[in-house]
């Protein structure tokens, strides 16, 4: 059987190492073409001396002595973001996992798409951002772009054998966070360590302050109408604390299908490379004996209006998704830095959204402009605010 040939992007993060392991359950199955970073240049060698990809990309500025360390163990090594988009286009993989953070990921999915490569997607930006434009080049390229995120892979899952005229409506979880029972002047004083300190998933620490806010259940929400190709008003959110039952697709006789397992991403991601098969892992198995109870509850969009941001921008359409999207990544950024409350993450998003002029059909030139006015409109209200 011939190896599946795989590329990690942003393999030094939380979704690029777990990738990593699952691949480490099955070297027979899987071949590492490319493995990259951002700066990570300790941990992304000592990958590449564990792993043996045929190349390494840091795409920072990494200390010109990791040139000859890679050149002595023998590593193909390359720097700077074109060396990722070269990368991307060269089509030497099967399948690409796209683990970065944020916007990075857009464009080189883009080449990646064009040049006929398949997309394991943990980046939900990439759809937030240009779902729209995305999907006609997947259908172009005879792409499959296989979901990581666990409520999607949840989705994509329950799918399986059913055709989306079927879709009465898919049923999103979300944890709640770690403030899921804040009242409204508790959130006003929320530290960046409370913010940090997930209480069910291991993430990064931009996707943590999302959960936390639950603006990253926002931008679920809108790469889910893309992703399954259902209207706004067919994707719903619960509040589900136990992390266990992923979530759900209701069809149209009434009938309910949902994932469950353990919360831990390396079962979304295996079954993303394993595709259509699946192979085991063994990260456990979800133990029915101590599952005493499964609470569904609906969500409190007074106390999280980060939601009610998703329909709305996916009402609005066009560049709005972008200028949300990019709004996200800088507001949380400067809370990270301690230059904004927690609270602020939200309402500076909002401010944003209300000052942009949308554009109704964009390329990607003006999605991706749109994504800079966001950020650059979120660093003017912050220095208002002094």
């Given at each position: 059987?011939?190896?599946?040939?795989?590329?990690?992007?942003?393999?030094?993060?939380?979704?690029?190492?777990?990738?990593?392991?699952?691949?480490?359950?099955?070297?027979?199955?899987?071949?590492?073409?490319?493995?990259?970073?951002?700066?990570?240049?300790?941990?992304?060698?000592?990958?590449?001396?564990?792993?043996?990809?045929?190349?390494?990309?840091?795409?920072?500025?990494?200390?010109?002595?990791?040139?000859?360390?890679?050149?002595?163990?023998?590593?193909?090594?390359?720097?700077?973001?074109?060396?990722?988009?070269?990368?991307?286009?060269?089509?030497?993989?099967?399948?690409?996992?796209?683990?970065?953070?944020?916007?990075?990921?857009?464009?080189?999915?883009?080449?990646?798409?064009?040049?006929?490569?398949?997309?394991?997607?943990?980046?939900?930006?990439?759809?937030?951002?240009?779902?729209?434009?995305?999907?006609?080049?997947?259908?172009?390229?005879?792409?499959?772009?296989?979901?990581?995120?666990?409520?999607?892979?949840?989705?994509?899952?329950?799918?399986?054998?059913?055709?989306?005229?079927?879709?009465?409506?898919?049923?999103?979880?979300?944890?709640?966070?770690?403030?899921?029972?804040?009242?409204?002047?508790?959130?006003?004083?929320?530290?960046?360590?409370?913010?940090?300190?997930?209480?069910?998933?291991?993430?990064?620490?931009?996707?943590?302050?999302?959960?936390?806010?639950?603006?990253?259940?926002?931008?679920?929400?809108?790469?889910?109408?893309?992703?399954?190709?259902?209207?706004?008003?067919q994707i719903e959110v619960v509040v589900h604390p136990q992390s266990i039952l992923h979530s759900m697709v209701e069809f149209m006789d009434g009938s309910l299908k949902a994932q469950l397992s353990v919360p831990d991403m390396r079962v979304p991601i295996a079954y993303a490379l394993s595709y259509p098969e699946r192979f085991e892992i063994p990260f456990g198995s979800l133990d029915l004996s101590i599952l005493h109870r499964l609470d569904l509850m609906p969500p409190d969009f007074e106390r999280f209006p980060a939601l009610r941001l998703a329909y709305q921008v996916l009402e609005t359409g066009g560049t709005a998704p972008a200028v949300l999207?990019?709004?996200?990544?800088?507001?949380?950024?400067?809370?990270?830095?301690?230059?904004?409350?927690?609270?602020?993450?939200?309402?500076?998003?909002?401010?944003?959204?209300?000052?942009?002029?949308?554009?109704?059909?964009?390329?990607?030139?003006?999605?991706?402009?749109?994504?800079?006015?966001?950020?650059?409109?979120?660093?003017?209200?912050?220095?208002?605010?002094?």
């Open positions: 059987m011939r190896k599946k040939r795989v590329s990690i992007w942003g393999s030094t993060g939380s979704i690029g190492t777990q990738a990593l392991e699952v691949i480490g359950c099955h070297p027979d199955r899987f071949e590492l073409v490319t493995l990259t970073a951002r700066s990570s240049a300790d941990l992304i060698f000592e990958q590449a001396l564990k792993w043996k990809p045929e190349r390494v990309i840091l795409t920072g500025a990494p200390d010109t002595d990791w040139q000859m360390r890679f050149k002595e163990a023998g590593i193909r090594y390359e720097t700077g973001s074109e060396a990722l988009m070269r990368a991307a286009s060269a089509a030497e993989e099967d399948m690409v996992v796209n683990g970065l953070v944020g916007s990075a990921g857009l464009l080189c999915t883009v080449n990646a798409i064009r040049a006929g490569v398949h997309i394991a997607l943990a980046n939900k930006e990439v759809l937030v951002m240009a779902g729209g434009l995305i999907n006609e080049l997947l259908e172009k390229h005879h792409v499959d772009m296989i979901p990581v995120d666990s409520e999607h892979s949840a989705v994509w899952q329950c799918l399986r054998g059913e055709s989306g005229e079927s879709i009465r409506r898919i049923v999103l979880t979300a944890s709640g966070g770690p403030f899921r029972n804040f009242s409204a002047d508790e959130l006003k004083h929320v530290s960046r360590e409370q913010a940090l300190a997930h209480p069910n998933w291991n993430m990064g620490p931009k996707i943590t302050v999302d959960s936390a806010t639950m603006i990253n259940k926002a931008l679920e929400i809108i790469e889910a109408r893309w992703l399954f190709g259902v209207r706004p008003g999207n990019g709004a996200d990544e800088a507001a949380v950024q400067a809370f990270l830095e301690d230059r904004i409350h927690f609270i602020e993450i939200v309402a500076l998003i909002e401010e944003t959204l209300q000052q942009h002029q949308v554009i109704a059909r964009p390329g990607l030139e003006q999605i991706l402009e749109a994504d800079r006015w966001a950020r650059e409109t979120i660093g003017r209200l912050i220095r208002s605010m002094k």
